[in-house]
């Protein structure tokens, strides 16, 4: 697994958080939230409930306590829409 890794999502506590796991290195989990609020203002940073994967797992929905959903085409942060 040289050069290669892995990407675990986890939802808790309202923030979804990517881990990262590799041989190589070990990096801190980055909050996805302020990935896509950093990549597109238009995004706000809320209570996540949930996140479900497209299948092809190129895009995720994440789902927010107040009912916004936010449609992320994975590879494009910035390509990143919000709807109720």
Request: proline content about 2%; hydrophobic content about 35%; some cysteine.
């Amino acid at each position: 697994m040289t050069g290669k890794s892995l990407c675990v999502y986890s939802v808790g506590d309202g923030t979804v958080l990517i881990h990262t796991i590799s041989k190589d290195k070990t990096e801190p989990a980055r909050d996805l939230n302020l990935l896509l609020s950093e990549a597109n203002n238009s995004i706000q940073t809320k209570i996540r409930s949930e996140v479900a994967w497209v299948p092809g797992y190129d895009s995720l929905l994440l789902g927010s306590e107040d009912g916004w959903v936010v449609y992320c085409l994975f590879a494009y942060c910035d390509d990143a829409c919000e709807f109720k």
